[in-house]
T-cell receptor, first 113, second 113 residues
């Protein structure tokens, strides 16, 4: 059925480095895509929506590849505060429907000093 | 400040007791959702509500009940029929159902012994 796959990590990255990770989705009809950030024992917080043309917000860039059915998140000049779990979220339905938002299990990122 | 509040943050109950988790939002959002998150797992949808006085079962509704008597409020009751209730419960809302971003409350961590 619907599926969103992420590499769970952890990815250990030195401070200042650039890191990127992908998320694949199985439903080619998926219409909207998001990246959320979740800190340990906290709620997910919206990081950015992913548009067809890509989206950039400061050090963060999200891209969508419909042909290969994946979205990516790139973090430049990583900070210690970027350490978190990054959740990929996909909505496969254009007409709405609550079970449209499918969450990946997350990629755990650790920025090391 | 607009936002979503959940209370309490930590809740301890004995097995066999029903417990109600509170969720309130002042974002004027139509749609509200309840998720549960277990360690190392993605979020799973319990119930959702598109509008006042309407709600639908999500993927794992067994052992749970909800009500939506007011736009701002969407309480979740974890009944004694829920076989494994210990989890992190997250409430979310969005402007409407569909392709919109969801915003989360801080969560309630329920432990049943």
């Amino acid at each position: 059925r619907k599926e969103v796959e992420q590499d769970p990590g952890p990815f250990n990255v030195p401070e200042g480095a650039t890191v990127a990770f992908n998320c694949t989705y199985s439903n080619s009809a998926s219409q909207s895509f998001f990246w959320y950030r979740q800190d340990c024992r906290k709620e997910p917080k919206l990081l950015m929506s992913v548009y067809s043309s890509g989206n950039e917000d400061g050090r963060f860039t999200a891209q969508l590849n419909r042909a290969s059915q994946y979205i990516s998140l790139l973090i430049r000049d990583s900070k210690l505060s970027d350490s978190a779990t990054y959740l990929c979220v996909v909505n496969p339905y254009s007409g709405g429907g609550a079970d449209g938002l499918t969450f990946g299990k997350g990629t755990h990122l650790i920025i090391q000093p | 400040d607009g936002g979503i509040t959940q209370s309490p943050k930590y809740l301890f109950r004995k097995e066999g007791q029903n417990v109600t988790l509170s969720c309130e939002q002042n974002l004027n959002h139509d749609a509200m959702y309840w998720y549960r998150q277990d360690p190392g797992q993605g979020l799973r949808l319990i119930y959702y509500s598109q509008i006042v006085n309407d709600f639908q079962k999500g993927d794992i509704a067994e052992g749970y009940s909800v009500s939506r008597e007011k736009k701002e409020s969407f309480p979740l009751t974890v009944t004694s029929a829920q076989k494994n209730p210990t989890a992190f419960y997250l409430c979310a809302s969005s402007i409407k159902m569909g392709q919109y971003e969801q915003y989360f409350g801080p969560g309630t961590r329920l432990t049943v012994t």
